[in-house]
């Protein structure tokens, strides 16, 4: 049997790719408050935001791995704000790293000594994981420092037979960016526009990355950047 864990699959990009591995025969569970909608996925409540909420589901977390030949840990869940960097609050960026950071690494503390060979740990980044615009300072901080949790499970993983990559999204079609936009219509030409197709990005096609990813051990440490190109301004 091969098991995905994702985080965060109740829309978006993670109900994208809870949806492809589907295709491919795999079992999926989604770690997030709100439950997949689509049939054949497991849902395990879980306020991701909560510290110690993921130690709660400690054991159902560990069962779902019994008999899992092959895991794919997919560590998608993530918030974005608008703040400053001159102005953030220490309670607010607490908060965003218990979702955007902690959540991984204790997902890794809880799970990865029970993947075997073969199995792997996708992070979903950002164009913003490697360079940063102004206004959304604890996404920017969160995801540079997942990007590095990335590198360092490559270093300690490595002879295991696990790999691990980050797939970083550009400007995706989701209900987070609809949110950030606020119907701006303006600001929607503008991201657009950085695009080299002029366009925005579909889920879809960041989760055909992300199954492509789960197997591809040659992708190893690799921070790979999934944005259709963008024009440098």
Request: glycine share 10%.
């Amino acid at each position: 049997m091969n098991r995905l864990i994702v985080t965060g699959a109740s829309s978006g990009i993670g109900r994208a790719i809870a949806t492809r591995f589907l295709v491919d025969g795999w079992s999926v569970l989604n770690l997030s408050r709100r439950p997949c909608p689509d049939a054949g996925v497991d849902n395990l409540a879980c306020d991701l935001a909560a510290p110690g909420a993921l130690e709660q589901c400690a054991g159902a977390l560990q069962e779902a791995l019994a008999g899992a030949e092959r895991v794919c840990l997919v560590h998608n869940a993530s918030v974005m704000h608008a703040d400053r960097a001159d102005a953030l609050e220490a309670e607010h960026l607490r908060a965003v790293l218990e979702l955007n950071l902690v959540a991984a690494a204790t997902l890794n503390r809880l799970l990865l000594g029970r993947m075997g060979a073969g199995s792997s740990v996708i992070y979903i980044g950002s164009t913003l994981a490697e360079k940063a615009v102004p206004g959304v300072a604890s996404y920017v901080i969160a995801k540079h420092a997942l990007a590095g949790m990335m590198r360092a499970t490559c270093q300690d993983l490595a002879g295991r037979g696990v790999h691990t990559c980050m797939i970083c999204p550009g400007f995706t079609d989701t209900e987070q960016l609809r949110g950030v936009i606020d119907g701006n219509d303006e600001t929607l030409a503008a991201i657009t526009g950085l695009s080299a197709f002029d366009r925005l990005i579909e889920p879809e096609e960041i989760a055909e990355t992300v199954a492509f990813a789960a197997g591809a051990p040659v992708l190893n440490g690799a921070l790979i950047h999934a944005n259709l190109g963008q024009r440098e301004r």
